[in-house]
T-cell receptor
Framework: SQKIEQNSEALNIQEGKTATLTCNYT??????LQWYRQDPGRGPVFLLL?????KEKRKERLKVTFDTTLKQSLFHITASQPADSATYLC????????????FGSGTRLQVQP | GAVVSQHPSRVICKSGTSVKIECRSL??????MFWYRQFPKKSLMLMAT?????????EQGVEKDKFLINHASLTLSTLTVTSAHPEDSSFYIC?????????????????FGSGTRLTVV
């Protein structure tokens, strides 16, 4: 089974800077890698999905990379704002079987004004 | 599109009672829904996969008699925590896979309910 590691439990950055979050996984199987935002007491909200044959995906101030050789995804928020403060979850969806998501433990991002 | 409504958002119950949590897909049909639980500052752990018209598939270590799942229609899945105890206190979240995924429409991934905070006293 997959093991997902987000090696920063918390990240504090200054407003306007770029936040970079890391997600590493152990096993390999064809998968979609997804990033979610979770605010306290709420369910996760989908942000971006990247397929195994894609290197990079962008959406507004967000950018995700997927390196299947390193088994790693990087999630960037450029020009960060205090409203970006939340927990960000990395998740893998394997393309076989029940296709549920396996989540990392999350990185709590705090953007200081 | 692809909204999942979860109810109730918060419930407090006495030890030994049962609690039902509902998860509805509002504008799409979900043949499969997933139930997760989340402890404070921890990640989401998959409990079971709910399949419309058939038995749920439980993850290893999850008691099927404790956490009863019913998926009687294409838009409704329920999780009942039976004979709840304080250790069942947690944040329970359901999700469904966005039906538009893979059809060339923007990649919406999975849609999650807003979660249910269960406190057993």
């Amino acid at each position: 089974s997959q093991k997902i590691e987000q090696n920063s439990e918390a990240l504090n950055i200054q407003e306007g800077k770029t936040a970079t979050l890391t997600c590493n996984y152990t096993n390999y199987s064809p998968a979609y890698l997804q990033w979610y935002r979770q605010d306290p007491g709420r369910g996760p909200v989908f942000l971006l999905l990247i397929r195994e044959n894609e290197k990079e995906k962008r959406k507004e101030r967000l950018k995700v990379t997927f390196d299947t050789t390193l088994k790693q995804s990087l999630f960037h928020i450029t020009a960060s704002q205090p409203a970006d403060s939340a927990t960000y979850l990395c998740a893998l969806e394997e393309l076989a079987g029940r296709r549920a998501l396996t989540f990392g433990s999350g990185t709590r991002l705090q953007v200081q004004p | 599109g692809a909204v999942v409504s979860q109810h109730p958002s918060r419930v407090i119950c006495k030890s030994g009672t049962s609690v039902k949590i509902e998860c509805r897909s509002l504008d799409f049909q979900a043949t499969t829904m997933f139930w997760y639980r989340q402890f404070p500052k921890k990640s989401l752990m998959l409990m079971a996969t709910s399949n419309e018209g058939s038995k749920a598939t439980y993850e290893q270590g999850v008691e099927k008699d404790k956490f009863l799942i019913n998926h009687a229609s294409l838009t409704l899945s329920t999780l009942t925590v039976t004979s709840a105890h304080p250790e069942d206190s947690s944040f329970y979240i359901c999700s469904a896979r966005n039906p538009n995924l893979g059809r060339g429409i923007s990649n919406y991934g999975y849609t999650f309910g807003s979660g249910t905070r269960l406190t057993v006293v």
